[in-house]
């Protein structure tokens, strides 16, 4: 079965760094690979998405990468601030008849520290 | 429209008795999930809609769990002869797919069961 891999529980950044989180999986790349933030006590919130045929995407302060070949997600918020602590989740959305579902993986909790 | 909607958003109930939450989506969406969140995890997928249709529901779910979308508008989510393993936060998302996959999620219920 499909296994979606966050790098790691809790990550601790300084203000002003780059955060850098890293989402991998197993067995078929997904149509679509997406990152939300969850805040404590709240539903995810969207952030961005990218295809399976683009390689990056940006928004604002917040930049994607998405390797195929790898396996692996890469989600980077640069000029970190402590409004950014939150746990980022990566999903992954497949287009296979049968398997149109978005998945979540467990999630990175992220602290930036003033 | 206000986003997705869920209630209530806490509760608290007696093992064995049945809980209903319900999920009011997002109006011109056509895709809603289930899902189930415990401490320090991400949400674990337990089923979705398209319209009315329920096209897939968690091989982890028991019998005890049903769920329900009517007209393809709200849905509702049944647990009978709750246990204490049940004890989680319940959310509920909607999306417009294929146009989006994007999903956009409730505040959610959480539930406790003692």
């Known amino acids: 079965s499909q296994k979606i891999e966050q790098n790691s529980e809790a990550l601790n950044i300084q203000e002003g760094k780059t955060a850098t989180l890293t989402c991998n999986y197993t067995?078929?790349?997904?149509?679509?690979l997406q990152w939300y933030r969850q805040d404590p006590g709240r539903g995810p919130v969207f952030l961005l998405l990218?295809?399976?045929?683009?390689k990056e995407k940006r928004k604002e302060r917040l930049k994607v990468t998405f390797d195929t070949t790898l396996k692996q997600s890469l989600f980077h918020i640069t000029a970190s601030q402590p409004a950014d602590s939150a746990t980022y989740l990566c999903?992954?959305?497949?287009?296979?008849?049968?398997?149109?579902?978005?998945?979540f993986g467990t999630g990175t909790r992220l602290t930036i520290i003033p | 429209d206000t986003g997705v909607s869920q209630n209530p958003r806490h509760k608290i109930t007696k093992r064995g008795q049945n809980v209903t939450f319900r999920c009011d989506p997002i109006s011109e969406h056509n895709r809603l999930y289930w899902y189930r969140q415990t401490l320090g995890q991400g949400p674990e997928f337990l089923t979705y809609f398209q319209n009315e249709a329920q096209l897939e529901k968690s091989r982890l779910l028991s019998d005890r769990f049903s769920a329900e979308r009517p007209k393809g508008s709200f849905s509702t989510l049944e647990i009978q002869r709750t246990e204490q393993g049940d004890s989680a936060m319940y959310l509920c998302a909607s999306s417009q797919y294929p146009l989006n996959t994007e999903a956009f999620f409730g505040q959610g219920t959480r539930l406790t069961v003692v």
């Open positions: 067995n078929y790349s997904p149509a679509y």
């Open positions: 990218i295809r399976e045929n683009e």
């Open positions: 999903a992954l959305f497949f287009s296979n008849f049968g398997n149109e579902k978005l998945t």
